[in-house]
């Protein structure tokens, strides 16, 4: 996102500004046709069915993992919550319903770390240990693009499209564009938004290294 942003704000978001469009597919009708307009919209719906229904799928895991209530009885009181909120609150619970998420998902992270850091043999001593000598630290050889371990350029190829087009196209981030008052305060929410990207990554990277440091030197796990 960081490497997209000033395009995002240099092109794109003065572009939606300046056409005063409430949808994103309203400009695919004036410039293309109604046509066009009506292929968009199913493909973002039938996008977002799909990306929906792994939503809803992972936090019905998680409840049912430690308790005894039924998945479709989860399922479906996590669904009727969103449609609520969503509902009442229009645009602003949504807003609101996310920052609460992201409080909760990077602070549940770093809490996950700093108890995962405590019960280890040596606290973070033995954390830093098992991840130089486990190749969990960022390597030389990651960054170069002969290897197949050629994962950061990689990675930050793929995200930067994948970025791209949800910045740009996706009509939940057109909305938003759209919701806020001035491109100033557009630019300030996507910088915002870069800076929270660049510390939940190693937020969450470190969270997957401290669980297998932990789960090496535990055994919670089943054997296999």
């Known amino acids: 996102i960081v490497a997209i942003i000033p395009l995002l704000i240099f092109f794109y978001v003065p572009f939606f500004k300046k056409l005063n469009v409430t949808s994103a597919y309203e400009y695919l009708e004036a410039r293309f046709g109604p046509s066009i307009r009506v292929i968009g919209s199913l493909l973002f719906i039938l996008f977002h069915l799909g990306r929906v229904a792994i939503v809803i799928y992972l936090p019905t895991l998680a409840v049912t993992s430690v308790s005894d209530l039924n998945p479709f009885v989860v399922a479906s009181l996590v669904g009727i919550l969103c449609i609520l909120y969503t509902f009442l609150g229009g645009f602003e619970g949504v807003v609101w319903s996310d920052f609460i998420q992201g409080v909760i998902l990077l602070g549940g992270a770093v809490v996950i770390i700093i108890l995962g850091v405590v019960h280890l043999p040596t606290g973070m001593g033995t954390l830093v240990t098992d991840a130089m000598n486990n190749k969990k630290i960022i390597s030389a050889d990651k960054w170069k693009f002969n290897t197949a371990a050629a994962a950061i350029p990689i990675i930050f190829l ?57 789960y090496n030197h535990s055994s919670a796990l089943p054997n296999g």
Not at 173 to 184: E, G, T
Not at 194 to 208: D, E, Q, V
């Open 158 to 214: 793929g995200n930067i499209f994948n970025n791209l087009h949800q910045y740009t196209a996706s009509q939940d981030v057109v909305q938003r564009y759209q919701a806020s008052d001035s491109l100033k305060e557009t630019s300030k929410s996507l910088w915002t938004n870069g800076i929270l990207a660049l510390i939940s990554a190693p937020i969450f990277y470190g969270m997957g290294t401290m669980l297998y440091s932990f």
